[in-house]
């Protein structure tokens, strides 16, 4: 990654690489994605993400509403090629270069519903009664996520520079209630093969009609400086720092994983965002929410 596209990143909190993968990695990645969009869409499982379910539609009928799902990693879903683009050479370089010492978070497929038009609310990836130590945060990338097109993928929608601020009343007014139009915001078109890096407290949120092709990976990396919280069930976390897991990951992204083992935990993983903020002098209170 060159040190222009650092800075872009640093300064606007988010950064577009084009062609991330060749014609040969994204139609596997594409074949692979499918499968499990497939699965979910026949039989929802648990991590299915629904919008726009009307009342009454059974659960069996809910497959034309998903829009995606959690924890690809898990061993149900579990596909080593879909996870290695995490690591692929040009994924690395990037997340290398904006995030000290990445270390894996997230991973899920996401697309558009069949029968509702997604239209997400405003917000940043963090719990809202944080807001107030936003500005404050370490100079440091903490939380990396980005979104690598599998088809053409249109959805994302964020305000640049907004992800170290406090929020406007423009946009305070649209948090997580609101999906209309901001000052300044930016639709970022991805063609297959292209992917979007975003700081996770950029402010963002996500557009698209019913049917779109959308069908996008969505996964996310923390620095390896930020106190770790293991998310999901104990058995999931032990997999995806199992031998056996992470044996079959690509070299370049095991270390990703090997890094879940001697991360410093605690049971707030946000809680430094607090921390350094009352070092720099903050002495205000969180949001109640």
Known sequence: MTDEGRLFFSENGY?????AFDAEELALLREKAKVIQDRVRNVPMKGTRFFGVP????????GPYTWGVNEITRPELFDPALINAL???????VLSGVIEAPRAWGLKILWAPQKADYDLIWHRDVNDKLEPVIPFKDPRNDHVQFNAALEYDDSFIVIPKSHRRPLNEDELSMRRTGTGTLPGQLRVELDPGDIVFMDAH???RGQAPAGAPRLSLHFSVQA?????????????????TSDEFISQLNPRLQPYYERLKTAETADDAMGWLVQRAREQGWAGELEQV
């Open 15 to 19: 950064y577009v690489l084009r062609e």
């Open 55 to 62: 009342d009454g539609v059974d659960d069996a009928d809910k």
């Open 87 to 93: 690591g692929s050479e040009k994924v690395d370089d």
């Open 202 to 204: 950029a402010f963002h």
């Open 224 to 240: 390896q400086w930020v106190p770790l919280r293991p998310w999901g069930e104990p058995e999931h976390f032990a997999w995806i």
